[in-house]
């Protein structure tokens, strides 16, 4: 495990083509999440994953605790997902709500529901102990950081005369947690190392220096004990392999599962794990993986490669996909320094060495950045959380893994809030936002293969509880691809729609990527499944439409005309979005695949005529249900009657200006989702009220307290519900992206919600657009200074628009094109690569 000399030859991104000409703003490239002592709570811990495994560092000086998860560990095995009474009980819903008896269609709509979802499962921790000497450090040397460009957590503190440093990072090429301990001064590292869990497990110790743990997961949500039906769980191994340096100190076999490292210079802990889940529709007792012989064989793979080396091709992978994206702000150009050019090159000349860096903002934690924002706006800071956002998604989904749960993959408990379960009413959607846009394709792929697996068992949910064809996926899932209604109430279990958002991400993939192949062979054939059981869902209602009867506009209710409180109604403004969008995605994917003569799309395109129109309140907002119902709780959080404009794309400026007046007036009365109402607001160019929600997010919760708080984020950044849930963090990615870029297969829109005021000069670089396009944005004093544009596809956008100007343009493949603020085309030029 010596290092050795490593040459690190970077892979070509998108935007290493252009040199803006922009070079007098202020640039930050300090892109760390910085902690001034160890972690009090599991909120302030720092998070690193490689898509499949993640780690929580606490940072600790005594003692260090990694919290592992492993993607896979859930309770339960493969479920039935139908309901053979479903049929007879969805009919007696349905007089019930024709007959405006909408209380009474609530309470039977708990007829259609059955089971609960699986719960998401942890998997240990990593114990490391110090001698006695660590207790007496020097706290104003103590540092705590996670370096978002290399993907590395670092402590840093001095006892004595001796400085310590550890390092952590999650390799997704070589599917190992990695641990480096090193101190300043020979043979000054000395620890115990050992593997718990708060699952049933055994630990052990392997030859001189490794440690082994193997256990299993409940097989049964919230198994009883001494039940001797509990079906056997998915089993999980994990080993942790220590290596220390060469010829100083020695490691000693505590027993009890515990090493003990003496007078070492430095310690390498290494941490590969596997279960037995050998996917959603085998029994944990029928898998025949073997996790034991895939950790052994995980090991075996990297036995020759160094510390450095490992490091090497960590960053490799990482950095591939991480630097797409430059992200630049700041209030001001006045004082500039050394006015280097502006851009990705700049990001690109970072240090790519592992010892730790000084910045002189480094005593400056994190957590007094957020508290202080209220007043000082520090723009580098909205940089800082934004590509936060794309480090977590890049270390909680890639391709292979289990698609990103409700906490992403790190999670602290055995009974985690809602599961830890995927929600398919926004949560799960919006994890996904930011994917496409912030150049991030590949880390859709799990959801793709989700809505596979779903689609398997969704076709059985619709066949037996609806006598439907296609498939359909309600408002949770699980490992398990759950399908069926969960037992609950009625106002959020009773919604089929959650299969029909989800497929919308498919044809958004194309219209990004502009892939045939994903197209033809992934996409259409859901997006045919989920529009055949829309078809079948629809049924006749008053004035000729077509209604989607039981109906609700998730977690919302309202009272009903009898002055009672109900959630049970018909063709919610929600769902006939949903429709809408699903429908018009078909049609398009069939035109581009040659199939638009299909009797199924001949159907649809009937259909599209006849469903129920987005109409406006009698106050003037958006109405949220399809008749104008009195709202109980007129802040409340959620904004789903509003899903036409984002992310749905039916109510625009450019051609519904009176819904989007009434959106407007929607978004003034609604309450605190406010990454949603962030990206909502762009999409009416309404800067303004964009940056508020931005604004609105940088609030500080205190996790002693946080029942008293709506929103925020926590020292480590997670956003809090609270508690934490990981999709406002990715929804705030997406939220600035639409503030810079919005785009449609024809149309690119520059800075159209941009914070004039507030981000006053800038840079993006490496945001996509659709049509494939990659799209690179210098602006000065709020004004668009610079535009380049390269396309990776032919047939791309037709017209540029600006600040109310207006130009068509030709975009031709494998061709950049740079526009000045006017929108004319000054250069055109073709990458080497």
């Known amino acids: 495990m010596e290092d050795s000399d490593w040459v690190l030859v970077r892979r070509p991104l998108d935007g290493d083509f252009w040199e803006p000409g922009l070079a007098e703003t202020e640039t930050s490239d300090d892109l760390k999440l910085r902690f001034t002592g160890p972690a009090q709570h599991w909120t302030d811990a720092i998070p690193i994953g490689n898509g499949r495994v993640g780690a929580m560092v606490w ?26 009474d479903a049929p007879k009980a969805l009919s007696e819903v349905r007089n019930l709500v024709n007959a405006g008896q909408y209380v009474e269609a609530t309470k039977e709509s708990v007829n259609l529901l059955s089971g609960l979802p699986e719960v998401y499962q942890l998997l240990g921790d990593i114990k490391i102990e110090f001698d006695a000497s660590h207790a007496a450090y020097k706290e104003e040397t103590y540092m705590r950081e996670l370096d978002l460009d290399t993907a590395t957590a670092r402590v840093k503190y001095s006892v004595g005369e001796v400085e310590y440093v550890r390092e952590h990072f999650a390799s997704n090429p070589d599917q190992v947690v990695v641990t480096k301990v090193s101190g300043s001064k020979s043979g000054s590292i000395s620890f115990t190392v050992s593997l718990d869990s708060k699952l049933q497990y055994q630990s052990r110790v392997n030859g001189n220096n490794q440690i082994i743990m193997e256990g299993s997961c409940p097989g049964k949500r919230l198994p009883k004990r001494n039940e001797n039906d509990n079906p056997k769980g998915i089993q999980f191994y994990a080993v942790l392999d220590l290596q220390i340096s060469n010829g100083v100190g020695g490691i000693q076999n505590l027993g009890d599962g515990k090493l003990k490292v003496k007078g070492s210079d430095w310690a390498v802990m290494l941490l590969v794990t596997s279960s037995s889940f050998a996917g959603p529709f085998t029994k944990p007792s029928d898998s025949k993986r073997d996790p034991a012989s895939e950790c052994q064989s995980t090991l075996n793979s990297i036995r020759n490669l160094s510390y450095a080396d ?50 002189n903002n480094e005593t400056i934690s994190t957590a007094e950045r ?42 602290k408990d055995i009974e985690p809030k809602w599961d830890c379960a995927p929600h398919l009413n926004i949560n799960l959607q919006m994890n996904y936002w930011p994917s496409l ?25 619709a066949q037996v509880n609806y006598e439907a064809s296609g498939w359909v996926v309600h408002h949770t899932s699980d490992m398990w691809a759950r399908t069926s209604p969960q037992e609950g109430e009625p106002v959020w279990a009773v919604w089929p729609m959650g299969g ?34 829309l078809l079948d869902w629809l049924i006749e209602g008053q004035g000729g439409y077509l209604e989607t009867n039981p109906s609700t506009s998730p977690e919302h209710s309202f009272i009903a005309p009898d002055g009672k409180l109900a959630g049970v109604s018909y063709s919610s403004t929600m769902d006939m979005a949903i429709i809408r969008e699903i429908f018009s995605a078909v ?68 051609d519904t200006a009176d819904l989007c007046k009434a959106a407007t ?169």
């Open 59 to 84: 940072g600790g000086v005594a003692s260090e605790t990694l919290n592992l998860n492993e993607d896979t560990l859930w309770t339960g095995i493969p479920g039935d997902y139908t309901k053979p």
């Open 310 to 359: 490992l490091w090497a091709r960590h960053l490799d992978d990482y950095q591939y996909l991480f630097h797409r994206v430059s992200l630049q702000l700041s209030k001001s150009s006045k004082s500039v320094g050394n006015k280097e050019t502006l851009g990705m090159k700049k990001v690109l000349s970072r240090a790519t060495d592992p010892p730790l860096e000084g910045s």
């Open 370 to 411: 957020v508290k202080s924002f209220q007043t000082d706006e520090d723009p580098s800071l909205v940089e800082l959380l934004f590509q936060y956002g794309r480090y977590l998604l890049i270390s909680c989904s890639r391709p292979g893994t289990q698609v990103a749960n409700l906490q992403g993959i790190w999670n």
């Open 437 to 461: 846009p912030c150049n991030l394709h590949e880390c859709q792929q799990p959801l793709f293969d989700y809505i596979s697996l779903l689609s398997v068992n969704g076709r059985k949910t």
């Open 500 to 533: 029909a958002w989800v497929c919308t991400h498919l044809w958004e993939h194309y219209a990004y990527t502009k892939d045939k192949g994903f197209l033809e062979n992934m996409a259409y054939p859901l997006l045919e499944g989920c529009s055949s059981f």
């Open 587 to 654: 049609v398009s994917a069939a035109e581009v695949l040659d199939k638009s003569e299909d009797d199924l799309i001949r159907r649809v395109r009937k259909a599209q005529l006849r469903l129920y129109p987005t109409k406006i309140a009698v106050d003037g907002s958006i109405m949220e249900w399809a008749q104008d119902f009195e709202d109980p709780e007129v802040h409340h959080r959620h904004l789903s009657h509003l899903f036409g404009l984002f992310p749905g794309h039916t109510i625009t400026p450019e």
């Open 665 to 833: 007036y929607t978004l003034y009365k609604r309450g605190w989702s406010t990454t949603w109402k962030a990206a909502l607001w762009a999409r009416l160019h309404n800067s303004e009220h964009a940056y508020r929600m931005v604004k609105h997010l940088f609030n500080l919760v205190d996790p002693d307290h946080e029942v008293s708080f709506r929103g925020g984020l926590y020292s480590n950044l997670f956003a809090a519900h609270p508690p934490f849930q990981i999709d406002a963090n990715f929804g705030f990615c997406a939220a600035v992206a639409e503030m810079l870029v919005q785009s449609t297969l024809e149309d690119l829109y520059l800075l159209p919600a941009l914070p004039g005021d507030k981000w006053a000069n800038g840079c993006v670089e490496g945001l996509k657009a659709r049509g494939n396009l990659t799209v690179n944005i210098c602006w000065k004093e709020g004004d668009l200074h610079e535009v380049s544009i390269w396309s990776k596809s032919s047939n791309s956008i037709k017209r540029l628009h600006y600040g109310g100007i207006t130009v068509s343009t030709d975009i031709s493949s494998g061709t950049a094109y740079t526009f000045n603020k006017q929108l004319n085309c000054v250069k055109t030029y073709s990458p080497l690569f």
